[in-house]
C-alpha cells in the first residue's frame, strides 16, 4: 500500500504540493485526467517520509498520507 | 381575558408574546417606536431576546437568521425602513422562512413625513424586493384587529413557510382602544423539521437556508413551486377557510354606489355610508381585511348589482388598480385620496359620493 | 506492516469537490475550519452562514447546518441564529467585498455586541466572483477590473484593515490575522482557527480570524507565485499578528 495517495478527480494542477515538497519528490504526471489536468503524481516513493506538507497544502483536499507502522 | 386599554403599536407586541414570538429584531423609526418600546421591555419577562440593531437591513437579516432557526420572530418599521428591509424580504421568501413583518405606513416617498399614509399598498402587495415572490399582507382597523390578525400572521406565516406583512398606518398604531387579548400559545421551537439547528431524531442528513438556485431549471422549478403555493394561499382567501377572514362588507346587497377602503380609511367610510343611508343614497361599504390575495370574487358579485364604485385611500391612487383590475371594466370605479399625511374626513368623502351619484 | 493513516479529508468536510480555481486558497481554509470542527467534537451542533463571493456555495462543502445570506449580511443572519439557538457554534464565512465593503456595518456591529459568534474573513484583496474588481482591501498600485490604472489613494481610499479595527472596540475576544502562504504559517493558521471556534464553544465572546489569502486567477499569476506575490506585497500591509485576545486563549492553548 502507498504512503501517498491521490484522488486524480479533485486535482486541479495548481502545482502548490510540487512546490512545498521537501524532498522534491512531487511533479507533474504526464498523463491527463479526465478534466484535462496533468495531476500530481510522486516520483520516489520510497523516500516519502510521510511528512504530509503536501496534502495539508492542497487546496482540494486530494491526497491522503499514511505512514508505515512498526 | 379582561379588557384592556392600549395602544396598537402595543397591542401587536402583546399579541406576538402571546402567540409564542420570543425574537424581535429592529431599529427605530416614527410612527412604530411603540412597538420595539413594548418588547424591550416585555420579551425579557418570557426570556426572549430584543435586539437593537445597526439598521432595518440588519434587522431584517438577523429575522431571516432566527426564522431560519426555528424561531416564531418578527420585526417592525415605518415606510422608509420597510423599503430597507426589502433586500431581506426578498430573500426570506426565497428561502421559504417564516416571520412577521409590521409596516406601520407613514408619509413618503423619500423621507416624507411621520404622519399617517397607505401609500406603500404597491410595494406591500406586489412583493416589494426582486423577484417572483409574494407576501401575505393583512389590513387591521382597530387595535383589536391588530391583535387578533398579529395571531393570524404568525400562524399564516408557518403553515405556509412564508413572510406575512402587517400592513397598519401611523393612526392605528397610536390610537388606544380597549382590547381583548387572545389565549397564549405554545409554540416550540422544534416543531420545525427544516429549521436550522432542529435536533430531532428525524433530523435531514443536514438542513440548508437557501434562496440560491444557479441552474436555471432548478430557479425555475423552485418559482413554480412558489407560484403553486400562492395559488393555494389565494385559493385559502377566496373560497376556503379565511373567505369570511378576507373581506368584510356592509350594507352591499341592495347598494348603488360601493365604497372601498381598508385600515382606518374604512372607519371613516362606515360612518360615510350611515350618512348616505339617512339621505337616501344606497351605499354600501368593502373593506379587504387582506390585501394579498386581494378579495377579487366579492367585487365581481357586486359588479353586477352595484351601480359604481368610489375608493377611498391616503395615497395618490394604489389600491384602485386593484378594485379595477377585479371589476374588470363593467361597472365605473373612482377614486378619491388625500396624501401627505392628511386623513380624509366623512363630509369631504359625502361630497365626493354626492358628485357621483346626484351628478348635476 | 500496516499503513496508518496520516492525513485524510476531515469529517465535517463533505465530499463535494470545490468548486474553487486550481490553487485558491478557499479549499484549505475550509478544510481547516472542518478540521476545528471535528477537534473539538461540535460537528452535530454547528450551522454555518455563507456569504456571496466566491465562497457563496461553502454550504456544499460542509456536513452541517447552513443558512445562505445576502451580501454582507452574514454577521446579522449569524446573531440571529446564535440568539435563536444559544448552545449552537454559528460562524460566518467572508470575503473582503462581502466583509469589509457591503457588509462593513454588519460586521462592526455584530463584533461591537460581542455575539457570540466565530467569523472567519478571507482576504485576497480583490472580489473573485465577479470577475477581479477592486476591494477595500485592495494595495495601493494594484490593478484591477475597475482600478486599471492600479489602486489611486487620492481618489479610492487606502486598504481597510478590519482586524486592526475591530481590535478597537470593547467587546471581542479575539481578533487575528493569519496567513497560509507556507505550512508553517498555515499550521499557525489552523490552530488560530480551532481557538476561535474553542472560545465559543466555551461561551466566550466574538471570535475574528482574517487569513490573508490568494486569488491566482484575478492576480493572474500562478498559485505558487501568487503565495510569493502575497508575502512580499500584502503582508506588509496587512501584517500578522494577533491584535487582540482578551482572555490568553493563545497562551492557554
Known amino acids: 500500500m502507498s504512503k501517498w495517495v491521490i484522488n486524480e478527480s479533485l486535482c486541479k494542477g495548481c502545482g502548490i504540493c510540487i512546490a512545498r515538497c521537501p524532498l522534491k519528490i512531487l511533479a507533474y504526471a504526464d498523463h491527463l485526467t479526465p478534466k484535462g489536468v496533468y495531476p500530481a503524481a510522486i516520483t520516489d516513493e520510497a523516500k ?18 499514511y505512514k508505515e507502522e512498526k | 381575558m379582561a379588557k384592556v386599554l392600549m395602544k396598537g403599536n402595543e397591542a401587536i407586541g402583546e399579541a406576538a408574546v402571546l402567540a409564542g414570538c420570543r425574537y424581535y429584531f429592529g431599529y427605530p423609526i416614527t410612527p412604530q417606536s411603540e412597538l420595539p418600546a413594548y418588547l424591550a421591555k416585555r420579551l425579557p419577562e418570557v ?141 416550540n421551537i422544534n416543531s420545525k423539521k427544516w429549521a436550522l439547528g432542529y435536533r430531532g431524531s428525524d433530523k435531514n442528513e443536514r438542513n440548508l437556508c437557501s434562496s440560491i438556485f444557479l441552474d436555471n431549471d432548478e430557479l425555475e422549478e423552485h418559482n413554480w413551486h412558489l407560484y403553486q403555493k400562492y395559488q393555494v394561499i389565494t385559493d385559502l382567501f377566496s373560497k376556503g377557510e379565511y373567505k369570511d377572514f378576507a373581506v368584510e ?53 357586486l359588479a353586477k348589482t352595484a351601480s359604481q364604485f368610489l375608493v377611498v385611500e391616503m395615497s395618490c391612487g394604489q389600491m384602485v388598480e386593484d378594485v379595477k383590475l377585479s371589476v374588470d371594466g363593467k361597472k365605473p370605479v373612482f377614486f378619491f385620496g388625500r396624501t401627505g399625511g392628511t386623513v380624509p374626513s366623512d363630509f369631504e ?10 351628478p348635476d | 506492516m500496516t499503513m496508518k493513516k496520516v492525513f485524510s479529508r476531515p469529517a465535517s468536510l463533505s465530499k463535494t469537490p470545490f468548486h474553487y480555481c486550481p490553487g485558491c486558497d478557499h479549499g484549505v481554509i475550509h478544510r481547516l475550519v472542518a478540521e476545528a470542527i471535528d477537534e473539538l467534537e461540535v460537528g452535530d451542533r454547528t450551522i454555518g452562514v455563507a456569504p456571496v463571493g466566491c465562497s ?67 482576504n485576497n484583496a480583490i472580489y473573485g466572483m465577479t470577475g477581479g474588481q477592486m476591494a477595500p482591501t485592495t494595495l495601493i498600485g494594484m490593478k484591477t477590473q475597475t482600478s486599471p490604472y492600479g489602486r489611486d489613494a487620492s481618489t479610492a481610499g487606502n486598504p481597510i484593515k478590519m482586524s486592526e479595527m475591530i481590535a478597537t472596540l470593547e467587546s471581542p475576544v479575539y481578533v487575528t490575522r493569519v496567513t497560509i502562504n507556507s505550512v508553517a504559517n498555515l499550521m499557525k493558521a489552523k490552530k ?35 503565495h510569493k506575490w502575497l508575502t512580499e506585497n500584502m503582508l506588509p500591509v496587512f501584517p500578522l499578528g494577533t491584535f487582540k485576545d482578551t482572555l490568553g486563549v493563545e497562551k492557554s492553548a
Open chain 3, 56 to 122: 457563496v456555495f461553502a454550504y456544499d462543502y460542509f456536513n452541517f447546518d447552513f443558512n445562505q445570506a445576502a451580501h454582507g449580511r452574514a454577521p446579522a443572519v449569524a446573531t440571529g441564529i446564535k440568539r435563536t439557538r444559544p448552545d449552537s457554534i454559528v460562524f460566518t464565512y467572508q470575503g473582503d467585498g462581502d466583509l469589509a465593503a457591503i457588509g462593513t456595518a454588519e460586521i462592526i456591529h455584530a463584533a461591537n455586541r460581542g455575539e457570540k459568534i466565530t467569523v472567519i474573513f478571507v
Open chain 2, 249 to 301: 362588507e356592509h350594507l352591499c346587497d341592495d347598494a348603488e354606489i360601493i365604497l372601498v377602503g381598508y385600515g382606518i380609511i374604512s372607519r371613516i367610510l362606515k360612518t360615510v355610508v350611515e350618512k348616505c343611508r339617512k339621505r337616501g343614497i344606497k351605499a354600501g361599504l368593502v373593506r379587504p381585511k387582506v390585501l394579498w390575495p386581494f378579495p377579487t370574487a366579492v367585487f365581481e358579485r
Open chain 2, 47 to 187: 426570556d426572549g431576546v430584543f435586539v437593537q440593531a445597526e439598521s432595518e437591513v440588519a434587522a431584517i437579516n438577523m429575522v431571516y437568521g432566527s426564522g431560519s432557526a426555528g424561531a416564531r420572530v418578527m420585526t417592525s418599521s415605518s415606510s422608509p425602513g420597510i423599503s430597507l428591509k426589502q433586500e431581506g424580504i426578498s430573500y426570506i421568501a426565497g428561502a421559504e422562512v417564516p416571520c412577521l413583518i409590521v409596516n406601520v405606513m407613514r408619509g413618503g416617498p423619500g423621507l416624507g413625513n411621520i404622519a399617517p399614509a397607505q401609500s406603500d399598498y404597491w410595494q406591500s402587495t406586489r412583493g416589494g424586493g426582486h423577484g417572483d415572490y409574494r407576501t401575505i399582507v393583512l389590513a387591521p382597523n382597530s387595535v383589536q384587529e391588530m391583535a387578533d390578525m398579529t395571531i393570524t400572521g404568525f400562524d399564516l406565516s408557518d403553515r405556509f413557510r412564508n413572510p406575512v406583512l402587517l400592513l397598519s398606518d401611523g393612526v392605528l398604531g397610536q390610537m388606544m382602544e380597549p382590547v381583548n387579548l387572545p389565549e397564549p400559545h405554545d409554540y
Open chain 3, 192 to 226: 488560530a482557527i480551532y481557538n476561535a471556534f474553542k472560545l465559543q464553544k466555551e461561551g466566550k465572546g466574538f471570535s475574528f480570524v482574517e487569513v490573508v489569502a490568494i486569488c491566482p486567477t484575478n492576480w493572474g499569476k500562478k498559485p505558487a507565485d501568487s
Open chain 2, 349 to 358: 368623502i359625502l361630497n365626493e359620493v354626492d358628485k357621483l351619484v346626484r
Open chain 1, 48 to 65: 516519502c517520509t510521510s511528512c504530509a506538507i503536501c496534502a495539508r497544502s492542497c487546496p482540494d483536499v486530494a491526497i491522503e498520507i
